[in-house]
Nanobody, 122 residues
Framework: QVQLVESGGGLVQAGGSLRLSCAAS????????IGWYRQAPGKQRELVAV???????NYADSVKGRFTISREYAKNTVYLQMNSLKPEDTAVYYC????????????????WGKGTLVTVSS
């Protein structure tokens, strides 16, 4: 069974920083992509940042230049460094991974964490 466990959310003032972490555990064979989505109240879930197996990164336009995604392969962990936070960054941040398990015969599917709340006060 695969688990994605997020940590690092909290309350911060506008202009501040937070670092989110997500550790993937279980019978993981390979991770094709891992990253972060967010969902603000009353809005759809949206991509924040994702990093692929080839270390290619993709960011939402709204966070480019402020957020940085990184990955620690040995620990199956992904980080999101969030700087210059704005009130509009307030949301539940979900860890996401597209991965194959030891028993899935190479078939990859999406997995989600339970989310961590980030609140940015003005």
């Amino acid at each position: 069974q695969v688990q994605l466990v997020e940590s690092g959310g909290g309350l911060v003032q506008a202009g501040g920083s937070l670092r989110l972490s997500c550790a993937a555990s279980g019978s993981i064979f390979s991770i094709n992509a891992i990253g972060w989505y967010r969902q603000a109240p009353g809005k759809q879930r949206e991509l924040v940042a994702v990093i692929t197996r080839g270390d290619s990164t993709n960011y939402a336009d709204s966070v480019k230049g402020r957020f940085t995604i990184s990955r620690e392969y040995a620990k199956n962990t992904v980080y999101l460094q969030m700087n210059s936070l704005k009130p509009e960054d307030t949301a539940v941040y979900y860890c996401y991974a597209n991965l194959a398990t030891m028993t899935s015969l190479g078939y990859a599917r999406d997995y989600w964490g339970k989310g961590t709340l980030v609140t940015v006060s003005s």
